[in-house]
């Protein structure tokens, strides 16, 4: 079966630091996913959803302002898998995450902050 899977999230205090995963399945897929780009989304209730970080096949990396020297994108291909690692986390970081590849997108992951 050809998916995204994404796991790590729940329930955060203030300033932790989870790591989010999303790994893909599916032989072809899986192909396809270590020489294209790699995106974590996020949306939060009531908000669109917006693009957090991108990594590309080379590893270049590129983040929004919002978490740009907070979060860091990877990837580990020998495991078909992109990180999210999440420092310094703030309540306004609350929000589903997902990832995605192409056209292909993962069910999310819930990450709220909150003592």
């Known amino acids: 079966q050809v998916q995204l899977v994404e796991s790590g999230g729940g329930l955060v205090q203030p300033g932790g630091s989870p790591r989010l995963s999303c790994t893909a399945s599916?032989?072809?897929?899986?192909?396809?996913?270590?020489?294209?780009?790699i995106n974590w989304y996020r949306q939060a209730p009531g908000k669109q959803r917006e693009l957090v970080a991108t990594i590309t096949a080379t590893n270049s990396t590129t983040y929004t302002d919002d978490i740009k020297g907070r979060f860091t994108i990877s990837r580990d291909n020998a495991k078909n898998t992109v990180y999210l690692q999440m420092n310094s986390l703030k309540p306004e970081d609350t929000a589903v995450y997902f990832c995605n590849c192409l056209r292909m997108w993962g069910q999310g992951t819930q990450v709220t902050v909150s003592s």
């Open positions: 599916g032989s072809i897929f899986r192909s396809i996913f270590r020489i294209h780009d």
